[in-house]
């Protein structure tokens, strides 16, 4: 029997080429129908509150690895970052640590023909931030007030060291900010003093490094400092839950109608036993008071 005989060099050549073509255009095949497997897959669009970041990432983890083949985008930015999100159609929920503002619901209204939905998902202390080793550990509503408008400038004012206040600030596209400038400054102007930081994750830093240092935002970011009780009344989830705490406040999630489908059904799951369980793993509190 006759041997067969080797292939040409060229021949060899050819193969390879062909192999490594058809390598190429199957993985363009497998990527494409990766992307349009995605481009179909349900799809909700969280944008807004940078205090509720940290829970709306949670939630968006937990639901998808319990509820395969749906993207949960989440972003931060601001209550009214998210608030406009919302009204340009970019996003299907906002996030938000205050009430839309008047403006927000009319261009709501504009657009959509509707002032929006509110939905209550958790609750929060609005905490004042000293560091650890300050030794001022108490503070009335008033007295955070009038450091905030200027009037009170040293700690030793307040019983602690010779020392001026370094005030932080929140930016003022921050629910937060406002929230704080209505129910804390009574709507009066920040102090020109104050230092503006970009997150609450920013404001924690500096005053987790600075004794001297006071600051404001979410009870979750408080680890590292020490969340000062107000009017004798420590920021609890027993306090918070029982409106104890003075400047308790709720969360929300705005929709511009009632929600539907995917986006009812994520909303429908946060406010459930398995979502308010994330809400206190996440370091705020759930809506309803514990049995």
Not at 116 to 126: F, M, R
Not at 248 to 266: A, C, I, M, S
Request: net charge negative.
């Amino acid at each position: 029997m006759r041997a067969c005989s080797p292939l040409p060099k060229n021949a060899e050549t050819g193969m390879r080429s062909a192999c490594v073509a058809l390598t190429i255009a199957l993985a363009v095949t497998l990527i494409q129908c990766s992307v349009i497997r995605r481009v179909d897959a349900p799809i909700v669009r969280i944008s807004g509150s940078d205090t509720m970041l940290i829970l709306t990432r949670l939630w968006a983890e937990e639901y998808m690895t319990r509820h395969g083949g749906v993207s949960v985008y989440t972003r931060g930015g601001g209550t009214a970052t998210g608030a406009e999100h919302l009204v340009r159609g970019e996003a299907d929920i906002c996030a938000a640590s205050r009430p839309l503002l008047p403006e927000e619901a009319s261009r709501l209204a504009r657009n959509f023909r509707t002032l929006g939905l509110s939905i209550l998902v958790a609750k929060d202390a609005l905490s004042v931030y000293l560091h650890p080793d300050n030794p001022v550990r108490s503070l009335t509503l008033e007295q955070v007030r009038d450091i905030y408008l200027g009037e009170i400038k040293e700690w030793s004012a307040l019983g602690g060291r010779e020392s001026s206040i370094r005030i932080l600030n929140r930016m003022p596209n921050s629910g937060t900010y406002l929230y704080f400038k209505e129910h804390v400054l009574e709507g009066a102007a920040y102090s020109s003093t104050v230092e503006t930081m970009p997150t609450t994750r920013r404001v924690i830093e500096v005053v987790a490094a600075d004794p001297d240092a006071i600051g404001y935002g979410g009870i979750a970011y408080s680890e590292r400092i020490f969340a000062c009780p107000i009017n004798g009344v420590a920021p609890t989830e027993e306090n918070v839950i029982r409106d104890r705490y003075p400047l308790t406040r709720y969360l929300y999630f705005y929709t511009v109608n009632v929600p539907e489908g995917q986006v009812k059904d994520f909303i429908d799951w946060t406010l459930s036993p398995e979502g308010q369980e994330v809400v206190t793993r996440a370091g705020f509190f759930p809506i309803w008071s514990p049995e």
